[in-house]
């Protein structure tokens, strides 16, 4: 089992470039989000989604978007990356039923120049 | 405001030690208590927590909730080198339980 696959594991953009944080998962859950890691900062929630077609925003969604056409993916684009945005990306699944935590990827470490 | 604080925001202890780690929170809508380890990469799962008084148990690490005192603690005994790593807390929220708020974790260091 594969889990939570984020790719790519480090990226540097320049101000005003966009592109896509790529996530797949092969545990058929329905259950996938997006959380950004800050130094001070903890975890904090960008997108989510409980289900192929449904995605919501979280507690910082300015400046992504994202998209979930199928169960398996749910990337994660970033439309003009800004400093702000540099940090490090988290993408986690689960299973409906509320006794169970979210697997994580391995994440992406994103610097923005 | 929902906030969950996590203390001490970091700790060094000698292998062999024991240690306690804090979680409060104040969050609307509670729906369970979370313990994630977290060393070079992703978060891994370690407990979750729903009932008040029951001890979730997994070899030297242990953990309880204490939802009256919103708070909850992470017993580590007999600390190894293997334990360093951030711990997260996260508190489910909302009706589906679906999203969490972390706190900013601790750093724990076991020195040889």
């Known amino acids: 089992n594969a889990g939570v696959t984020q790719t790519p594991k480090f990226q540097v953009l320049k101000t005003g470039q966009s592109m896509t944080l790529q996530c797949a998962q092969d545990?058929?859950?329905?259950?996938m989000s997006w959380y950004r890691q800050d130094p001070g900062m903890g975890l904090r929630l960008i997108h989510y989604?409980?289900?192929?077609?449904?995605?919501d925003q979280g507690e910082v969604p300015n400046g992504y978007n994202v998209s979930r056409s199928t169960t398996e993916d749910f990337p994660l684009r970033l439309l003009s990356a800004a400093p702000s945005q540099t940090s490090v990306y988290f993408c986690?699944?689960?299973?409906?039923?509320?006794?169970?935590?979210?697997?994580f990827g391995s994440g992406t470490r994103l610097t923005v120049v | 405001e929902d906030k969950v604080v996590q203390s001490p925001l970091s700790l060094v202890v000698h292998e062999g030690d024991t240690v306690t780690l804090n979680c409060s929170y104040e969050?609307?809508?509670?729906?369970?208590l979370l313990w994630y380890k977290q060393e070079k990469k992703a978060p891994t799962f370690l407990f979750m927590l729903?009932?008040?008084?029951i001890e979730k148990k997994s070899g030297r690490l242990s953990s309880i909730l204490d939802k009256k005192e919103l708070f909850s603690i992470l017993n580590i005994t007999a600390t190894q080198t293997g334990d360093s790593a951030i711990y997260l807390c996260?508190?489910?929220?909302?009706?589906?339980?679906?999203?969490?708020?972390f706190g900013t974790g601790t750093s724990l260091t076991v020195i040889p």
């Open positions: 996260a508190v489910a929220y909302l009706l589906t339980g679906n999203q969490f708020y």
């Open positions: 969050v609307t809508n509670f729906r369970s």
């Open positions: 986690a699944s689960r299973t409906t039923g509320e006794l169970y935590g979210y697997t």
């Open positions: 729903t009932s008040s008084g």
């Open positions: 545990m058929n859950h329905e259950y």
């Open positions: 989604s409980v289900g192929a077609g449904i995605t």
